[in-house]
């Protein structure tokens, strides 16, 4: 094909690809383990750079919409954070206004049998880190993937006397300075990425013009 061979060769640099010129990324505490050389690799042959230069422009691109998704991840995470922690100080506040009945009524029924307040003694305590276990299972299955668990763990909210959706927005309100940031983030690596997609797209166009052609292959492996 004609300007094919004006297309630098990674083999004639020694390597297989030319993403290799670049640092390998190492993985940060919290991001799916191998999602990111999935989703690279993925976006490398579908932008389709050809020269080194493009390479490097096409990373860029890929760190900008990988940035992206983690800070939404992150913002979600924190919505999450919120609703979990209110299901489960709702079982607990449940569990031991139900304590304080049965103990009520305990006292009441000691009394009539001739005790006083003084040989009165609570028959047990009230154990709040059970209290607490349970309402963190509760949460856990309202956001499990099996659609059947947290139709189960709904009906448990509601029966705290909760609303889902009452939960998640009032979530929102109280992540208000961190979800602000996170959408400041977003708004900002979004003009990023437009503008780098933008330089890369220039880029492609005038070596396609010039007629110079190579197969995705060639970058990325």
């Not at 506040?93 to 049965?102: G, L």
């Not at 005790?115 to 956001?143: L, M, Y």
């Not at 006397?161 to 900002?188: C, F, I, N």
Request: glycine content about 6%.
């Amino acid at each position: 094909m004609t300007g094919r061979s004006a297309v630098p060769d990674p083999e004639a640099f020694g390597l297989s690809t030319f993403a290799a010129l670049l640092p390998a990324r190492d993985p940060i505490i919290g991001e799916v383990p191998g999602a990111f050389q999935r989703f690279r690799q993925a976006m490398l042959r579908e932008l389709a750079p050809a020269t080194p230069y493009e390479c490097v422009i096409a990373e860029n691109v890929i760190a900008l919409e990988w940035e992206m998704l983690q800070h939404r991840r992150m913002r979600t995470a924190c919505i999450r954070e919120v609703t979990r922690e209110s299901v489960r100080k709702a079982v607990v506040e449940q569990r031991e206004a139900e304590y304080k009945a049965e103990m009520e009524a305990a006292y009441k029924a000691h009394i009539e049998a001739g005790g006083s307040e003084d040989d009165w003694k609570a028959p047990s305590a009230f154990n709040s880190n059970a209290a607490s276990f349970v309402g963190q299972n509760i949460a856990g299955r309202a956001t499990a993937p099996d659609r059947k668990l947290q139709a189960k763990a709904y009906k448990a909210i509601n029966a705290l006397g909760l609303e889902p959706l009452a939960l998640m927005s009032a979530a929102y309100a109280s992540v208000t300075v961190r979800k602000v940031w996170h959408e400041h983030q977003l708004q900002d690596l979004e003009r990023r990425r437009c503008a780098v997609k933008r330089d890369f797209d220039a880029l492609q166009a005038a070596r396609l013009a010039a007629g110079k052609v190579a197969d995705a292959g060639d970058i990325t492996g």
